[in-house]
């Protein structure tokens, strides 16, 4: 089983609206995204997240600070573009 790293990328700042500056999740998707057991509800989570970090704007960051985590973390890569 593949472990799927959180997409928090250690931030945690809340200053667009309720959306962290770091991975764009608010306080709720945190809490879900926590509650998620299978990977692939966790994949299609960071598969929204993507999407909606794409119509937030100012999150280019983030993609490569979840792919050097996702290396840290795991011995396979688990984020695709």
């Not at 700042?13 to 770091?22: L, N, S, T, V, W």
């Not at 509650?35 to 983030?62: E, N, P």
Request: glycine letters at 6%; hydrophobic letters at 30%; charged letters at 30%.
């Amino acid at each position: 089983m593949v472990k799927i790293p959180s997409p928090c990328i250690g931030v945690c700042k809340f200053k667009r609206g309720d959306h962290c500056i770091g991975c764009s999740m608010n306080r709720d998707q945190k809490k879900i995204y926590k509650s998620l057991k299978k990977a692939r509800m966790k994949q299609a989570f960071i598969k929204m997240l993507c999407a909606q970090q794409q119509a937030l704007g100012d999150y280019g960051h983030w993609e490569k600070a979840y792919s050097l985590k996702c290396k840290k973390e795991t011995p396979k890569r688990v984020f695709e573009t």
